[in-house]
């Protein structure tokens, strides 16, 4: 190899390994200092934080019912979203014909950018009053509402990706499944999706990443009191939150150690993210070497 080659290819590779150590520090400073800002809340608190008990007065700061939120309208929005987005990516990639996905792909992808914000007027305007009329609810507000808008914002995220990761697969291989005899739905379960799946798993975990962050959208239609319906699981209890909403709505009154304890919910959230991410990775791993029949 020429010395200009190597030279060129040592830069390259010195680039990638700068930016890669970037990205990590990057984040390792961001979570030192959200646990350095957290801390106090933690020393005050001890495991008292994971309570339900949310009282300024008495300097009582439990985010248990904003977690308990975060974790089941994030479950609700994925239970909605992941079908119906892979559905919708085997459709685009390989069902469509090829005008039909000329036009569906960017509206798909327009559908992605939209603000949160408009997500979350159209979730007071009209999904608000179909949950009250519907299931005789006193406004609306509810689980419910927060993991259906989630759910219909993360769709376009997982369909998008998911298509670009199954149209990555090589056309050899689906033409030498069919070739073997293999039927069009045998080829897409058997080729398609196995050979994809660290696409998908990436479209997942982004569309997972964007339920448990998001904000505005669900600020609008969950109410925003830290609260646990009774029984817990009842998605139509009005009046709740997430971790997210309830930062946003308690950050521009706070001090002191009611501050570091909205800190502290950030750093659960960070932590939830985590192990979700690790968790689909671990499901990734494990559908590959099925695949590959290991």
Avoid: C
């Avoid at 559908?111 to 997500?119: D, K, N, Q, T």
């Avoid at 501050?259 to 968790?279: E, G, K, N």
């Avoid at 494990?286 to 590959?292: D, G, L, S």
């Amino acid at each position: 190899m020429p010395l200009q080659s190597k030279i060129k290819e040592q830069l390259i590779k010195g680039v990638f390994f700068v930016a890669a150590a970037l990205s990590i520090i990057i984040i390792l400073f961001i979570f030192f200092y959200l646990f350095q800002q957290a801390a106090p809340a933690f020393q005050h608190e001890g495991l008292g934080i994971f309570s339900t008990q949310w009282i300024n007065e008495q300097q009582k700061y439990g985010i248990g019912a904003a977690i308990y939120g975060t974790l089941i309208v994030t479950l609700g929005a994925m239970i909605l979203a992941i079908p119906l987005g892979i559905a919708g990516a085997i459709f685009l990639a390989e069902i469509a014909p090829e005008r039909l996905r000329i036009i569906l792909k960017p509206i798909i992808e327009l559908l992605a950018g939209i603000p949160s914000i408009v997500y979350g007027f159209i979730g007071i305007v009209l999904l608000l009053s179909y949950l009250r009329i519907s299931f005789m609810m006193p406004t609306g507000f509810s689980y419910l509402a927060g993991s259906l808008i989630l759910g219909i914002m993360a769709v376009p995220i997982i369909v998008s990706i998911s298509d670009d990761a199954m149209k990555a697969v090589p056309r050899e291989m689906k033409e030498a499944s069919l070739a073997l005899g293999a039927t069009k739905w045998q080829t897409i379960k058997k080729v398609i999706l196995p050979t994809s799946i660290s696409g998908i798993s990436a479209a997942v975990i982004l569309g997972i990443g964007r339920a448990v962050g998001e904000t505005m959208a669900v600020s609008l239609v969950l109410g925003n009191i830290i609260n646990i319906p009774i029984p817990p699981w009842n998605i139509f209890d009005s009046h709740v939150t997430t971790v997210t909403s309830f930062i946003v709505t308690e950050m521009g009154e706070s001090s002191g150690l009611q501050t570091s304890a909205l800190f502290a919910s950030a750093v659960v959230l960070f932590v939830i993210v985590a192990i979700m991410s690790i968790a689909s990775n671990i499901l990734k791993e494990h559908v590959q070497k099925k695949f590959r029949g290991g």
